[in-house]
């Protein structure tokens, strides 16, 4: 979930809920308290009891009407701060949705989530982070019957990271499918949710339960653990139980699975052509052990599902996908949330007015990101006063909602003994964890003559060369830098060269005559597609005869693009962690563990599997 759909907004007609003045502190943390002890669940109790859920509807059946609507929005807003952004994310904000603030959005909307992004502004760092969502909250409490947020980001990891370093950063979810196991999710899911909670955090848009079967997969891909249903089930469990062992609501994604199109739904409509009884057997597996986990949310996906659903309308708004199948089949009574309804999958067949609305119908919960939220806001409004929703199907959704900020403890007031973000955020610890969990995860895929490991006495001199796509947030990168420093610390001479995703003719003659004065050559590859120029390059580097290991930073499908080369290795990511792991691997100072958790197919031969689920080698 990536689109934000920022059109322009008008301010129109917005049903604010009257005064605003904010009471004083010792007011909301009275009211706070009050309902602290009658509604803060166990955290392990994933069904609320009669007594809370008693105490919840009496807190709707005291709301206004635009104060539930609100309810049901997760909006993004610019700026670090509640109540003071920087003047360019005002003139954002005011461009977009017309309030200048975190705290106007929430005055004047009622929303019940807000959502971070690095673009937005929302992460520059840990401590700011929990300064912005302790704000967030004193905005939303301070209002007139005023209610806890749900405040989340996409905390996927590897490829998709909202909070950067210093936070913890461990590798994505396909390096984790390598690493096949689910003691090291769990511990991700408990790690990450300790920090992003420690920030106020406390819904994350992760894991992704797709079970990505297609090579081309434009979207998906490494956020998959894999290709195998049973496997990809497994570890969405274990990250699932991680993430909600630290008061965190964790999210599944993307319902009823997303891992074979080959359409970005950012940008298009995705189709899936898959039968209904290929769909049980390969996407509803995850899901299923989601809801078995106990799963706090489940997100939609803006695909088209013929054999669920042949209406032509997306999962998001279809009522036998989410109601029929997801609530009925699936039994899952917790809260749904839409993918962000900016993006282009879910806009396609119908007007930004209507989608929110048939959303709700459908039987979805939260409603995120919308382009225009006056719009959205206003449609769902006009729809309770038209009749075409009743204020009963709102008070359905709520109750999910505040059942979830109840569980989550968001009812209760901020404990003075809290781990601070000093004590929880990037400890030594949890970075040393990490590390340990990148090492099982790097995969070696071939090693003809054993090329691999590279050893500072005989292959003193190593060039690193290749792809540096842009770093996922908060990490240093580039990833041929980070290579390279890694491999000079392990008692290397290691230079870097980037060479980029497309390098021109002359780049790849400077890079092959620097490997000349090299012993050993390391060339990073991302997404090689057959004729592309980091092929070239790859070839040209692999007729030196020196020696050579190819390491593919995102897609491990790159291998089959490059049969020649001796020693080939993916990493499944290009963040630090699983760029200095493969390192560590190079290096022999560990073995590589790492299994390929989807097939390779040969490139000249896509039907013929190069290498199988499983495959992996070490020393």
């Known amino acids: 979930m990536h689109d934000t759909g920022s059109d322009d ?18 007011a909301v943390l009275a009211a706070t308290a009050g309902l602290s002890a009658a509604l803060t669940l166990p955290t392990a109790a994933r069904a609320a009891t009669p007594g809370a859920d008693r105490r919840l509807r009496a807190l709707i059946s ?31 904000n005011l461009k977009e949705i017309g309030v ?13 989530g807000i959502i971070y992004f690095t673009w937005a502004h929302n992460t520059r760092d840990p401590q700011q982070i929990a300064d912005l969502s302790a704000g967030i909250q004193q905005a939303s409490l301070g209002q007139p019957r005023g209610l806890p947020m749900l405040i989340a980001t996409d905390q996927e990891h590897g490829a998709v990271c909202r909070v950067g370093k210093p936070a913890t950063l461990f590798p994505g979810a396909m390096a984790i499918g390598a690493g096949g196991s689910r003691a090291d999710a769990h511990t991700l899911g408990r790690i990450s949710g300790a920090e992003l909670r420690a920030m106020g955090i406390n819904q994350d848009y992760s894991p992704d339960a797709d079970v990505n079967v297609n090579p ?18 497994a570890l969405v469990a274990a990250e699932v139980k991680g993430y909600q062992a630290s008061r965190v609501a964790a999210t599944a994604k993307h319902f009823p699975g997303h891992g074979d199109t080959a359409t970005d739904s950012h940008t298009g409509f995705p189709v899936i052509t898959h039968s209904r009884e290929l769909w049980e057997k390969l996407d509803a597996e995850p899901f299923r052990a989601a809801v078995a986990a106990g799963i706090d949310s489940i997100m939609t996906a803006h695909i088209q599902f013929p054999a669920l659903d042949d209406s032509g309308d997306p999962a998001t708004l279809s009522h036998p996908i989410l109601t029929g199948i997801l609530r009925g089949e699936l039994g899952y009574d917790g809260v749904v949330i839409t993918d962000s309804l900016g993006m282009d999958g879910v806009r396609t067949k119908y007007g930004d007015d209507r989608v929110p609305v048939l959303a709700l119908k459908a039987g979805v919960d939260q409603l995120l990101n919308p382009p225009s939220l006056d719009v959205a806001w206003n449609a769902v409004l006009r729809a309770v006063q038209d009749g075409e929703l009743t204020e009963a199907r709102l008070d359905e959704s709520i109750l999910r909602i505040l059942r979830l900020k109840s569980r989550l403890g968001l009812f209760g007031p901020a404990r003075a003994g809290r781990t601070s973000v000093e004590r929880a955020v990037g400890t030594k610890a949890h970075l040393a964890a990490a590390d340990r969990l990148a090492e099982r995860t790097t995969t070696l895929l071939a090693n003809e003559d054993r090329v691999l490991p590279f050893s500072p006495r005989t292959e003193p001199r ?12 908060g990490t240093t990168g580039p990833p041929t830098g980070v290579l390279a420093a890694a491999l000079t610390e392990l008692g290397f001479t290691a230079t870097a060269l980037s060479t980029g995703t497309a390098p021109s003719a002359a780049t790849i003659a400077k890079a092959v005559t620097a490997a000349q004065d090299a012993d050993a050559v390391v060339v990073a590859t991302y997404n090689v597609a057959a004729g592309n120029a980091q092929q070239t390059l790859v070839d040209q580097l692999s007729a030196l005869g020196k020696p050579l290991a190819a390491l593919a930073v995102r897609n491990p499908y790159d291998v089959a693009q490059y049969p020649i080369v001796k020693a080939c290795l993916a990493s ?9 792991a493969a390192a560590r691997v190079i290096a022999g100072r560990v073995a590589p563990r790492g299994k390929l958790p989807v097939p390779v197919q040969r490139a000249d031969d896509p039907t013929q599997v190069l290498y199988p689920i499983g495959h992996g080698l070490t020393y």
């Open 9 to 26: 907004t008008s301010t129109g007609s917005t049903g604010s809920t009257g005064n605003t003045a904010r009471p004083s502190r010792r």
């Open 100 to 112: 200048r603030t975190a705290a106007e959005l929430i005055a004047r909307y009622r929303v019940g």
């Open 62 to 92: 005291r709301m206004t009407l635009q104060e539930k609507v609100g309810q049901l929005f997760v909006m993004r807003v610019y700026g670090h701060s509640a109540t003071a952004p920087d003047q360019a994310d005002i003139d954002a």
């Open 572 to 580: 499944y990511g290009w963040t630090d962690v699983e760029v200095r």
């Open 216 to 233: 081309a997969n434009p979207v998906i891909g490494v956020r998959s653990f894999g290709a195998d249903p049973d496997a990809v089930a």
């Open 462 to 473: 190593v060039l690193v060369v290749g792809a540096d796509p842009a770093s996922p947030s």
